[in-house]
């Protein structure tokens, strides 16, 4: 079950957007048992179909939210994207929006603090796989270091972002931006996210502040000790895998 109630979120500005948030209410519903997966349509807009749930708190919620001529103008949009489908007089609610529930409701900024030469490759896997799953901007700092203009930037990247992933091997502790990117990020009380490939050891390496955190292991030098690893952190940051 979502953790997190899309209900309680006023309507998006952009049409497309109503529509997405249309789907995910209807999907949360549904999930949550408090109506059925689909709906019909009549003159006072859409139509749920209570559960049997006794608490009638987010079908109430949700009628407030959506008040009948925006959800039925939203309804055919709803049918074009392919988050319902006709069914003789209801219409059903697809797969695609039940999948819509397996993104955190607010997009969380985040900063990947890596090592060049040593965790480059996994840093970039973990923006790509952040993009396909619907975060547009995870700040990766591709650019070599410019001086105390370009640190300025990357400690206001780091103080503004809601999730910190820190990538730690066996030459990280010898790096001062890492160190400072995560003073930075213990100082900004960020959600932190340290992954720890082969090799490195906390203890050992001797960065402070950061064994509170739970950690996500790459366990060995294999493709899918990688995959599962870059999995562990989708998961911390709210994303679904499979």
Same mark, same amino acid.
Request: include cysteine; charge should be negative.
């Given at each position: 079950?979502?953790?997190?109630?899309?209900?309680?979120?006023?309507?998006?500005? +952009?049409? #497309?957007?109503?529509?997405? =948030?249309?789907?995910?209410?209807?999907?949360?519903?549904? @999930?949550?048992?408090?109506?059925?997966?689909?709906?019909?349509? /009549?003159?006072?807009?859409?139509?749920?179909?209570?559960? $049997?749930?006794? /608490?009638?708190?987010?079908l109430d919620r949700f009628y407030e939210k959506w008040d009948s001529a925006?959800?039925?103008? #939203?309804?055919?949009?709803?049918?074009?994207?392919?988050?319902?489908?006709?069914?003789?007089? @209801?219409?059903? %609610?697809?797969?695609? =929006?039940?999948?819509? %529930?397996?993104?955190?409701?607010?997009i969380p900024s985040i900063f990947i603090s890596y090592k060049r030469g040593? +965790?480059?490759?996994?840093?970039?896997?973990?923006?790509?796989?952040?993009?396909?799953?619907?975060?547009?901007?995870?700040?990766?700092?591709?650019? !070599?270091?410019? $001086?105390?203009?370009?640190?300025?930037? #990357?400690?206001?990247?780091?103080?503004?972002? +809601?999730?910190?992933?820190?990538?730690?091997?066996?030459?990280?502790?010898?790096?001062?931006?890492?160190?400072?990117? !995560?003073?930075?990020?213990?100082?900004?009380?960020? +959600?932190?996210?340290? @992954?720890?490939?082969? $090799?490195?050891?906390?203890?050992?390496?001797?960065?402070?502040?950061?064994?509170?955190?739970?950690?996500?292991?790459?366990?060995?030098?294999?493709? !899918? /000790?990688?995959?599962?690893? !870059?999995?562990?952190?989708?998961?911390?940051? $709210?994303?679904?895998?499979?």
């Open positions: 079950m979502p953790s997190e109630n899309p209900l309680l979120l006023p309507l998006p500005d +952009s049409l #497309l957007d109503q529509v997405e =948030a249309l789907a995910r209410d209807l999907a949360y519903g549904a @999930v949550t048992g408090a109506w059925r997966p689909f709906y019909e349509l /009549d003159g006072q807009g859409l139509a749920l179909n209570p559960a $049997g749930n006794e /608490d009638d708190t987010l925006t959800s039925k103008k #939203l309804h055919y949009f709803l049918e074009i994207l392919e988050f319902i489908k006709n069914d003789g007089n @209801v219409f059903d %609610l697809t797969e695609k =929006a039940i999948r819509l %529930l397996e993104k955190p409701l607010t040593e +965790s480059s490759a996994l840093a970039l896997a973990l923006e790509a796989r952040l993009k396909l799953a619907g975060n547009p901007n995870p700040y990766l700092d591709k650019l !070599i270091p410019g $001086g105390e203009l370009w640190e300025r930037e #990357l400690e206001t990247r780091v103080r503004s972002a +809601s999730k910190f992933v820190v990538i730690l091997g066996p030459q990280a502790a010898q790096s001062p931006y890492i160190a400072k990117e !995560i003073a930075w990020a213990l100082n900004a009380r960020s +959600s932190i996210i340290p @992954v720890c490939l082969p $090799g490195f050891t906390m203890d050992a390496a001797g960065i402070e502040g950061l064994a509170a955190y739970n950690a996500v292991f790459v366990r060995d030098e294999a493709a !899918i /000790d990688y995959e599962n690893a !870059i999995n562990a952190v989708l998961n911390a940051l $709210g994303y679904a895998t499979y």
